[in-house]
């Protein structure tokens, strides 16, 4: 979103991006905070920013803020979009390091110390629009210290480990006051190896439990492209992964880490051969579905969020995952319709139990959001 703002041209589409979702009733919205090197940088050279890119985050925060949008900004990126952990290790090549793989991002001190530079830098931004620091502004949701690490020289997850606890303990001390999560796409590590066998066949250098059993982290996350991780496999099999996905990860944030769980993204690829919009709307139902589900047990899950939600106009960043809510009526019908039903059951979990456990129609009629009109004379 900031990547587009940064053209002024262009920035009436993260209005309408941000109108349609809140109209779908979405109140929550993950983007980057990062572009490292590159065109439209943020971050041109280690401590060095462009402003107008700066000026265009401060818009997406100020229209997010103007929807009634709560966002989560990720810092940094795993891959080499938008620069990312290859663009630190090349600056770090640059001035003469001795640099053997991307995965020194974690360990070398020069490089962690680029990264720290910028994490301070976003959260002390002063934003220009709405006149208020990043790390004071309540219209920001969380932090997330990175999209989707991996580390592929250590898969036990002990070096992402201590890069997660060095780096949240960090931004804690700039900024406590907001949420706090890693960016994790859910892989299990080492300290309970009997959890790798709901691995989709790999590792990749985290390990859900103690990374996010850092005392820093807020909330923990998971993503899941089965479409991608089990290439070939029907879409029975891809449908019985996710299951197994959520309902492990589901139960480990509720009984071990006793912390929420949120969803970070998921959707299902236009590119794959027998892709149909029926069989992703099935998809995203079954996780919709099961999402309700576990929070209606009043457990720690806290919402799913598309990967990815775009404006028409903006086909340059179509990666097969992309949703266009006006041009893509049954789904966002399919996205409301989940976003009332996870709001109607937030407000019924916020009240006294005894009040609303034991009506006969709530299990029967399937749709508390209408219980909820009936009850609250709520109209959205």
């Known amino acids: 979103m900031m990547h587009v703002a940064a053209d002024p041209i262009e920035r009436y589409k993260i ?7 809140s109209a779908a009733g979405l109140t929550v919205c993950r983007t980057w905070a990062f572009s490292d090197g590159g065109d439209r940088a943020l971050q041109i050279s280690p401590g060095v920013y462009y ?18 949008i709560r966002l989560i900004l990720s810092l940094v990126n795993n891959y080499n979009d938008y620069g990312g952990r290859p663009q630190y290790t090349q600056w770090g090549r640059n001035t003469g390091l001795q640099i053997t793989s991307d995965d020194d991002f974690y360990t070398n001190p ?9 994490v301070k830098r976003v959260l002390t931004r002063f934003n220009t629009v709405i006149k208020v620091a990043y790390k004071d502004d309540p219209t920001i949701m969380a932090w997330e210290l990175i999209n989707e690490p991996r580390c592929e020289i250590d898969y036990s997850g002990r070096t992402v480990q201590g890069w997660v606890q060095e780096m949240a303990t960090y931004t804690k001390s700039i900024d406590n006051k907001h949420l706090l999560e890693i960016g994790m796409e859910g892989f299990y590590g080492d300290s309970m190896p009997e959890k790798k066998q709901n691995n989709p066949g790999y590792q990749v250098g985290t390990d859900f439990i103690s990374n996010n059993l850092v005392n820093e982290i807020d909330f923990a996350t998971i993503h899941a492209y089965p479409d991608i991780w089990l290439c070939g496999q029907s879409d029975y099999a891809q449908l019985a992964f996710m299951q197994r996905w959520m309902t492990s990860h589901w139960t480990d944030s509720t009984q071990i880490l006793k912390k929420p769980l949120v969803f970070a993204e998921f959707g299902k690829s236009n590119k794959y051969q027998g892709y149909t919009l029926s069989g992703r709307n099935v998809y995203l139902n079954t996780v919709y579905r099961n999402i309700y589900n576990f929070a209606r047990t009043g457990g720690t899950i806290g919402g799913g969020l598309i990967w990815q939600l775009v404006a028409e106009g903006m086909e340059s960043f179509y990666d097969g995952y992309e949703i266009v809510l006006s041009q893509n009526p049954s789904t966002a019908g399919l996205i409301a319709g989940q976003s009332y039903k996870m709001a109607a059951l937030g407000h019924m979990l916020s ?28 109209e959205s």
């Open 110 to 118: 020069v490089l962690k110390g680029y990264y720290k530079n910028h």
């Open 15 to 21: 209005s309408d991006v941000f109108r349609d979702a």
């Open 351 to 378: 009240r006294p139990h005894s009040h609303f456990l034991n009506r006969p129609n709530y299990e029967e009629n399937g749709n508390p959001y209408l219980l909820s009109r009936k009850q609250n004379g709520h």
């Open 51 to 68: 402003e107008r890119v700066f000026q265009a985050l401060d818009f997406v925060i100020s229209e997010a803020h103007k929807h009634g």
